[in-house]
């Protein structure tokens, strides 16, 4: 594709909801990363997958949020039981192979989440 | 722990004017400098990134950048800023626990004057 696309870019939630948020990640797109944004911050590191490997998930939260790549593509994010502190932008970003350091990360607009 | 300090929360510059805006790192090694851009609704766009070599970089929309390892900054320039540059930037650099994982910084949030 184009770019990296997620879905919703809004959602909002009562607290105690479960939500679930995807990222379609740039098409032959080996390695995956999800960062939480939140407001008037940077976005930090939440979890890496290597197709559909997750190699890395030591930036989640607490054990409420939950993600995967079943296939090695799209991705998505589940966070359970939601809490007013998840409240952020959560960004997906994408990048070509292994994850190696000079690797350009290709970001997804993010899907801002309200937790009421 | 690997950080990444951008000083400056907000900073104006009138159309025209030059930029630099100012980032610090902490980190062990040589380091993986990044500066990406975000524009309301957008994702976080690579304006340019140093690796090693020469120290001063090249990067899209007329943005420079120069590693200065004795003062751990990477400042983001512009001679002449459009007000489409008007948009949060933030730096960031390769942690050292991983090959991926990205430290952001705070971000500088810049608004251009007409």
């Known amino acids: 594709g184009a770019g990296v696309s997620q879905s919703p870019r809004y959602k909002v939630a009562k607290r105690g909801q479960d939500v679930a948020l995807r990222c379609d990640p740039i098409s032959g797109h080996v390695s995956l990363f999800w960062y939480q944004q939140a407001l008037g911050q940077g976005p930090e590191f939440l979890t890496y997958?290597?197709?559909?490997?997750?190699?890395?998930k030591s930036g989640l939260p607490s054990d409420r949020f939950f993600a995967e790549r079943p296939e090695g593509s799209v991705s998505t994010l589940k966070i359970q039981r939601t809490q007013q502190e998840d409240s952020a932008v959560y960004l997906c970003?994408?990048?070509?192979?292994?994850?190696?350091?000079?690797?350009?990360?290709?970001f997804g607009p993010g899907t801002r989440l309200l937790v009421l | 722990a690997q950080s990444v300090t951008q000083p400056d929360i907000h900073i104006t510059v009138s159309e025209g004017a030059s930029l630099e805006l100012r980032c610090n790192y902490s980190y062990g090694a040589t380091p993986y400098l990044f500066w990406y851009v975000q524009s309301p609704g957008q994702g976080l766009q690579l304006l340019l990134k140093?690796?090693?070599?020469?120290?001063l970089v090249q990067g899209i929309k007329g943005f420079e950048a120069e590693f200065k390892r004795s003062q751990s900054s990477f400042n983001l320039r512009k001679p002449s800023v459009h007000w489409s540059d008007a948009a949060e930037y933030f730096c960031?650099?390769?942690?050292?626990?991983?090959?991926?994982?990205?430290?952001f910084g705070s971000g500088t949030r810049l608004l251009v004057r007409p």
């Open positions: 997958f290597q197709n559909e490997a997750q190699l890395d």
């Open positions: 960031a650099v390769v942690g050292m626990d991983s090959s991926y994982k990205l430290i």
């Open positions: 140093y690796f090693s070599g020469d120290t």
């Open positions: 970003a994408s990048s070509l192979s292994g994850g190696a350091e000079w690797e350009t990360q290709y």
